[in-house]
C-alpha cells in the first residue's frame, strides 16, 4: 500500500464566468522511505499540489489517501488533525516564532496534540539533538544563523515523528554553505528512513532526490528516477 496515493485530482478555481485548472487529473504514488522531488516554473501548479499534499486544502475533483485514510473526504477541522498527525512542514522561510526559544519553537506540533511538558520537551529535545542543535535549545531566532534556523525548523517537523517531511524550497532564503548543511541533513533524514517530499523550481535541488517529478500547467509530464553516479 502507497504512503500517498492520489487519483485523478483536479484544483478548479472559478474566476468569474471561467474555469481555471491549477491541477488537471493528476495520479500519484509514494512510497514509505521515499526521497521525490516536485520540479515545476512558477505557475506550474506545484505549489497547489504542495498544499493539497499537506492537507492544506481540498480537492476540487478525485481521492486522496494518506496513510491508509482517505483525507480528501474530510472535513477542515479532520484535514487540520491529520496535517498535524502526519505531514512535518519545512517552509523556505522558517516560520519559527521570534519570542519563542528554540525548544519552544519545536515543542509547538505537540502542544498541539495535547501533549504532556515532560514528553514534549523530552521529544523537542531529542529532534534538536538531531539536527544538530541541542546545545542551542535557549536561543531564539534572532540568536541564530539563517542555516541554523533552518534546522530548527527541521527540528519542529520531526518532533512530532510524521511519516511524511513536505520540504517547500528549503534552501531558497540560505547562502551557499548553509545551503549544502542543510541538503547534507536532509539527505541524513532520507537515509534514517524518512519519507521526503521535496517542493523546488530548481533543478540542480531537484537531482539531489531519488525520484524526480516535473509538472507544467498543472498536470506531470513525467516522473522518473534519478541516477546518480
Partial sequence: MSLLEMR????VYQMGTEKVYALRDVSLDIQEGEF??????SG??????????GCLDAPSTGSYKLDGVYVSEMSGNQQATVRNQKIGFIFQDFNLLPKLTALENVELPLLYRNTSQGE??????EALNKVGLGDRYKHRPTELSGGQQQRVAIARALAGEPPI???DEPI???DSRSGREV?????RLHEQ??????ITHNQTQAEEARRKIAIYDGSITSDEKVVRE
Avoid: F, Q, Y
Fill in 183 to 187: 541538503t547534507e541533513l536532509i539527505h
Fill in 165 to 167: 517531511l513536505l520540504a
Fill in 172 to 174: 531558497g532564503n540560505l
Fill in 193 to 198: 528512513g524518512h519519507t521526503i517530499i521535496l
Fill in 8 to 11: 485523478d485530482i483536479s484544483k
Fill in 120 to 125: 514534549r520537551r523530552e521529544r523537542a529535545l
Fill in 36 to 41: 521525490v522531488a516536485v520540479i515545476g516554473p
Fill in 44 to 53: 506550474s501548479g506545484k505549489s497547489t499540489l504542495m498544499n493539497l499534499i
